[in-house]
């Protein structure tokens, strides 16, 4: 009774003080204290998340599933990256330096290693783009053409070119320029679009905030009360 | 002509990746630019910053890793300089791990190099990355030296000069956030701007820009999308401050190779269409 009343419990009176704390000016301290609390929280879970890390890629090696040797790979680089930085290995100026002091070890793994590699996946996105357009944006029905017309526009009025093609309307049908078209889409078209998910998510977070408060939803305890 | 297109309609990818490397590789050679015209949309931050009065305070948000540099950094630098000109406390800070290095690289590149005379402490604050996401905006927006206790070297923020009068977020007279992604703009709005009535301003990506404009302008007082809008506050920057046209151009020289990679995005977009319809495959899908 005591494992499951006492955590619904305390999360009801936590939320509801949460939602207080937003409406009352008063309250600013409480709100405060709490995700100063929150961080503390965040900070133990990330043992827990590099913990778990290394479970379950060691379990996959183990076990020699498919892509395994890639598994030795992320747990070598994790628990390199581990050690050199809370020992912080090569530090000139020991354990009192930050720890991406230039020359250490962990400053070497971000700009030798972390720094090329992530440049390198974001890079290789304009090689996916251009090919999947290619395949992608064909005219095959109504909704498809309107996609493909919008892209099309967004495209050029994003850059210096969008302007120039339609350089030649006369002022009164400026609005038909390119770059005017496509801040249209962007600020008419796209925003309608984004505002709808917006609040459909916020709507979301309150019904399952409430869910959460009122104690009605309970996986977060370990998936057996729900 | 119809084996033509079949042929083209039937493309290897790998030729499609030549065209692509090629349209960036060129114009990087040879430097290829074009004029830049700022939108009212990027046009808004600079007003602001150029309307503020000197003294007043910046937090200035470099949320963003290695990856997004390129659209990012020119942002982030341009913004620096103009708030450094017009003589503002910056307090540059971060809620990505990855973003340090990005703290880091302006602090040489854009403190150290073009104004040596302004004072670490005094004048501008690197408050470095604090973990907690949008839980570290909740928490500075009552008590801000709590949420940041120390700078980046280590120093007790209490002692410093420019946190003289800072106790939480809505002492300060704008937010500007450079990110990427989680956390960013969006929480800067909803836990830091909005509650305490602070302006926000941001400089994302080009994916992210398009999830942004619900805010704008009535909780996002300006928004540079991509490197296109790195550019536009690039190009007012040098127009209103000639003096940093030699180093305020990184965006601008960019757009010459985004320009012609998507002219060349543009042009197989066309090609894969005509092929289509000259191969008769559409009767079929429309139907």
Known sequence: MIRVTL????????????????????????????????????????????????????????????????????????????????????????????????????????????????????????????????????????????????ALIILLGRTFVGGLLTSWLPERLAFLSIPNLSNWIMSTVNLAGARAIIIGIGLGVISTSLKIILGIERSYLGGRES | MSAFMDRVGRMDRRWIYLAIALAVIIPLIARLSFPVITTPIVQNIFDKIDGMPEGSRMILSADFGPSTVPENMPMLQAVLRHALQKKLKVYLLTLWATGIPQLDAVEQNVLAKDFPDRLAGQDWVNLGYKAGNQGVINAAFSDFPGAFPVDSKGRDVRTLPIMEGVKRIADFNLIICIGSGFPGTKEWIQFGGDPSHVPVACGVTAVEAPLLYPYYPRQLLGLMGGLQGAAEYEAVLVKHYPEYEARSQEAIQRMGPQTVAHLVIIAFIVLGNLAFFAGGEWRGKRA
């Open chain 1, 7 to 150: 955590p619904v419990l305390l999360t009801s009176v936590i939320g509801l003080l949460l939602v207080a704390a937003f409406f009352f000016r008063g309250m600013d301290r409480v709100n405060s204290d709490l995700s100063e609390y929150f961080n503390i929280i965040a900070a133990v879970a990330f043992i827990l998340g590099g913990g778990n890390l290394v479970r379950m890629h060691l379990d996959k090696v183990q076990r020699r599933r498919p892509g395994w040797p890639y598994s030795i790979v992320t747990v070598v680089a994790f628990l390199f990256t581990l050690i050199a930085g809370l020992f912080k290995i090569g530090n000139a100026q020991g354990w009192t330096g930050p720890v991406e002091a230039q020359g250490s070890w962990f400053n070497f793994t971000y700009d030798a290693m972390f720094n090329p590699l992530q440049a390198t996946m974001f890079s290789l996105l304009a090689f996916f783009v251009a090919s999947a357009s290619y395949r992608a944006f064909r005219a095959r029905n109504v909704e498809a053409t309107l996609l493909l017309g919008a």
